[in-house]
């Protein structure tokens, strides 16, 4: 049975450009069974239309974050009226916590809640055979114009157990993949890959655990070592970007890591996220040694106050003996830092500005704190009664857009961020002026693709000085080319 599992387009915060590990999971797990699953990305009617008439597929996934609720729904309509009798499944964090938002379309005939790569093999089974499909767990469906929800699914402990991600079936993934400039990490072939699932931190502004939940569940060290040799020796990656919360948060399975990698013989470079408490001066000379040359710190502020409010977990000082051990071992940092937590002070992001003169982190980028469903920041709007009656999901985003009003001066807080921006944006030019080989990179990419890099250039470096997004955008512009 042919599936086909779309990213609607380009994710909001996606620096990388590939279809999400998700689906990829969800694919390969279909394939594995004997189905026939198809990924895509999908930016317009035309591209819907040309995977239809390629595959006539009997079911549709889709994968939906907060910002994408209306597309997705404006998508489900459009499969219908291509095809009235396909089954619609729609998934991710946003359908989770909140299946109505998406039930309330009448062509989305199911979403599937939490870890979904069971959930989706089920259903197709279900569908396959004619059977009825209700009592599947982990799903919410509407009924008689009720919302349903069938027995919870537990979490998946054997990650093991999981296929690789299906990158073969990414179209053109090779040459999608070509000639890609990661956050300045010298790179021919990079993508992403996940070593394990879960966070048990309860930070007030994260979703992470609306679908891995509080507990770690880790892949064994071999088995990610196996998946890195596999994308190195069949597509010629030289770069993987782990999407762990924090890959380094249990000291024993990164050692082991370590050793598995040098067994292998492997040779790929990659990055990872982790926290400033999650790493010492002996953890980031053994991962050098086995191959990381990145790291990115969720660190959100330098202001003891702020981290206490939004229950971090960690401490200035600690951000500062982190920035210290990766410069001791030539670890490029980057960093993201939030802006408009309640009762934040001008004094408090001064703390934060300089520290990140004084810290050296080559790359920072601002947000503003958003109430997304699911975090307690959310929570705590709604009962202040800040969550209006009618939302516009679109505007749920970290940078462009202020949804609610949260008793803060919002105008003040997106001049403050664009300030930043722009401040963090020359220091980095002058940076990049020193680094010839960066230099010729970035040169080599502008000329390659110089009309995208232009667009993205007005966008958001005249209006904003906002570097992250303009090389988000000018990646993801670059890479629509190649899924059709």
């Known amino acids: 049975m042919d599936v086909l599992l779309i990213e609607p387009k380009s994710s909001a915060f996606r620096m990388i450009p590939s ?8 694919a390969s797990m279909l394939e594995q069974a004997g189905h026939s699953p198809h990924l895509a990305t999908i930016h317009t009617k035309k591209d819907l239309e040309h995977y239809f008439n390629k595959y006539s597929p009997a079911i549709v996934g889709i994968t939906c974050g907060t910002p994408l609720v209306p597309k997705v729904i404006e998508l489900s309509r459009d499969i219908k009226n291509i095809a009235p009798d396909v089954f619609l499944i729609v998934g991710g964090a946003h359908p989770t916590i909140r299946p109505q938002d998406l039930l309330s379309a009448d062509e989305i005939d199911c979403v599937a809640i939490g870890e979904s790569e069971y959930t989706i093999l089920e259903l197709s089974q279900k569908i396959d055979n004619n059977q009825d499909w209700h009592d599947v767990p982990g ?39 070509k000639d890609k400039w990661k956050l300045g990490i010298p790179t021919r072939k990079s993508d992403e890959m996940i070593a394990g699932r879960g966070c048990p931190f309860r930070c007030i502004f994260c979703e ?36 762990d919360d924090t890959l380094t948060m249990n000291k024993e399975w990164t050692y082991r890591f370590a050793e598995a990698y040098h067994t292998a013989k492997c040779k790929v470079k990659w990055t990872c996220q982790t926290r400033v408490d999650a790493i010492d001066d002996n953890i980031v000379k053994t991962l050098k040694k086995a191959g990381m040359v990145f790291m990115i710190f969720g660190l959100e502020s330098h202001s003891d ?31 993201c830092f939030m802006l408009g937590v309640l009762g934040e002070t001008d004094e408090d992001i001064q703390i934060t500005k300089n520290f990140i003169k004084k810290s050296g982190i080559e790359f920072a980028h601002f947000v503003i704190l958003t109430p997304f469903p699911g975090t307690d920041i959310w929570y705590i709007a709604e009962q202040h009664g800040w969550i209006p009656d009618t939302i516009d999901w679109e505007q749920w985003n970290f940078t462009e857009s202020m949804p609610i009003k949260m008793n803060r001066d919002e105008e003040k807080l997106f001049e403050k961020r664009r300030e930043l921006q722009k401040w963090f944006f020359f220091r980095y030019i002058v940076s990049l002026l020193s680094n010839f080989n960066a230099i010729q990179r970035a040169v080599s990419m502008v000329f390659r693709n110089f ?3 232009g667009r993205a250039f007005k966008n958001n470096i005249i209006t904003h000085f906002d570097f992250f997004s303009f090389f988000r955008e000018f990646l993801q512009e670059d890479r629509k080319k190649y899924y059709l």
Do not use: C, W
Request: hydrophobic fraction near 35%.
């Open 19 to 26: 279809i999400p590990l998700g689906i990829q999971y969800i």
């Open 139 to 177: 799903i919410a469906y509407k009924k008689n114009g009720e919302i349903k929800r069938s027995p919870s699914r537990p979490l998946i402990t054997d990650l093991d157990a999981l296929p690789f991600p299906a990158k073969h079936l990414i179209p053109h993934y090779e040459t999608m993949l």
């Open 208 to 243: 992470s655990h609306v679908i891995h939940g509080y507990k770690v569940r880790y892949r064994s060290p071999e088995n990610v070592v196996q998946e890195m040799k596999y994308l190195e020796e069949h597509f010629g990656l030289d770069h993987i970007s782990f999407n």
């Open 305 to 335: 106050k702020i981290l206490k409010i939004i229950r971090k977990g960690t401490t200035p000082e600690q951000q500062m003996q982190a920035m210290k051990i990766v410069k001791k071992y030539h670890i490029k940092s980057a960093s």
């Open 451 to 453: 009309h995208i890099f």
